[in-house]
């Protein structure tokens, strides 16, 4: 039995102490052949220290042999020790046939620095070497995908796939994405279908449901995330889109049903009860939706959009106790909506605390005064509270929306 095979002996058996010491022997005195052969073998057991000082000692003798520069970045890499990596792959010779190899590697370090041109530029001159080589284009789409530059990660799947990538790589898959993410939703959904074909994926049903409702296909959305609700009834975000294929179907029912299977497998989905609130108010199940809003509320009390409307709701049935009570707890760590203002100064005018809702009708001016509804309102409040001079400034601004309306006129004339 050779050193390096008693050294493999030992490691298996846990015995380091003694592994450590034939390594070190192996290292100082073997023969190149035996380095070699323990590095990797140490490299595939997971000693990756070990082995990258193993490779060091043969890359002293052999400084630009490019399968040590590749197993010792590669084993540095998985060390986290990415800067080490990369020198090394920047020593592997350009004359090299695993040259190409090294540029994609240092490509995909360079990405995930966040050094995207740089990874760009390697990648390129790694594809440009070597041109019939369909893993270098699908690299490089993959890049362009995750840069959100969709036409140019098409062109280099479409090599990758003129290439014969296609019987490979998942490029049906990044095809379907990539026209997805231009907007190209009718483009995407053969390539869905394709991919599909191939391997049933969670995230590329939902995906497809998604692509197939922005291309206007409903009943394709409703089948795939059913199917994909039915494969896995944990993946939450398919409950959410499924209500709105149904909405947009007109199946208000199996809209609100859909919510409820959401709301049963995750109870803490503020946006779901949210969804779930605006649903109920579409079928006058004000009850409902009352219920579902204050359960979205109660998960997150500064949930704007969920306390706007359940407070349009609350104004709706005039409990205007009810609504400031329900600003109040939005506004109790400091948040402040210019609509919520609207809403409560409507409230206190009701209830006749004419100071109070003159100064939140104020508050809401900045915001509200582009909604010709709010300055009506603000205006005709100013008159009954005397304040004609910014009465007049109130209704100047509402005949910029309507300067042939009659009552403003008169009202701005009489001021």
């Known amino acids: 039995m050779t050193v390096v095979e008693q050294c493999i002996q030992q490691l298996e058996k846990g015995q380091m102490t003694k592994a450590k010491r034939m390594i070190e022997e192996v290292s100082q005195h073997g023969e190149p052949g035996d380095q070699l052969q323990l590095a990797d073998a140490l490299n595939q057991l997971g000693f990756l220290e070990e082995a990258i000082q193993l490779y060091n000692v043969l890359l002293v003798s052999f400084p630009e042999e490019p399968e040590l520069l590749l197993s010792a970045a590669e084993a540095s890499i998985e060390l986290d020790n990415e800067e080490d990596a990369l020198t090394l792959l920047e020593k592997v010779p350009d004359s090299s046939d695993l040259f190409s190899q090294a540029l994609l590697i240092q490509a995909d370090l360079y990405e995930r620095q966040g050094l995207f041109e740089v990874a760009e530029r390697k990648l390129k001159r790694a594809s440009q070497m070597n041109e019939e080589e369909p893993v270098l284009f699908f690299a490089l789409g993959e890049l362009y995908a995750s840069l959100g530059r969709f036409a140019e990660a098409t062109n280099a799947y479409e090599m990758a796939e003129m290439l014969g990538g296609d019987t490979t790589l998942p490029l049906s898959n990044r095809f379907a994405q990539s026209y997805a993410g231009a907007g190209k939703f009718e483009e995407a959904l ?226």
């Not at 104020?362 to 509270?385: D, H, I, N």
């Open 190 to 415: 053969p390539y869905f279908e394709k991919a599909l074909q191939k391997e049933v994926d969670p995230d590329l049903l939902f995906a497809y449901g998604v692509s197939a409702y922005q291309a206007g296909s409903k009943q394709t959305a409703i089948s795939k995330l059913e199917e994909l609700i039915s494969m896995d009834p944990s993946y939450h975000g398919a409950y959410r889109q499924l209500a709105v294929a149904y909405e947009s179907d007109e199946q208000l029912d199996k809209a609100i049903q859909t919510i409820e299977k959401g709301i049963a497998q995750d109870s803490f989905q503020k946006e779901l009860y949210l969804q779930g609130g605006k649903l109920a108010l579409k079928t006058t199940n004000e009850q409902l939706a009352e219920k579902w809003l204050r359960e979205a509320i109660a998960l997150d009390a500064q949930y704007g959009e969920a306390v706007q409307t359940l407070s349009s709701l609350l104004l709706s049935k005039e409990r205007y106790e009810d609504v400031l009570e329900l600003i109040a707890l939005f506004e109790a760590d400091g948040e402040e909506d210019s609509f919520l203002d609207w809403d409560a100064g409507k409230s206190l005018r009701e209830l006749e605390r004419y100071e109070d809702a003159l100064n939140r009708y104020t508050r809401a001016y900045t915001v509200c005064k582009e909604y010709p509804s709010y300055l009506e309102e603000y205006g005709s409040f100013l008159l009954e509270e005397g304040k004609h001079l910014q009465a007049r400034e109130v209704f100047q601004l509402l005949l910029q929306t309507d300067p042939t309306n009659a009552e403003w006129n008169d009202i701005v004339a009489r001021l």
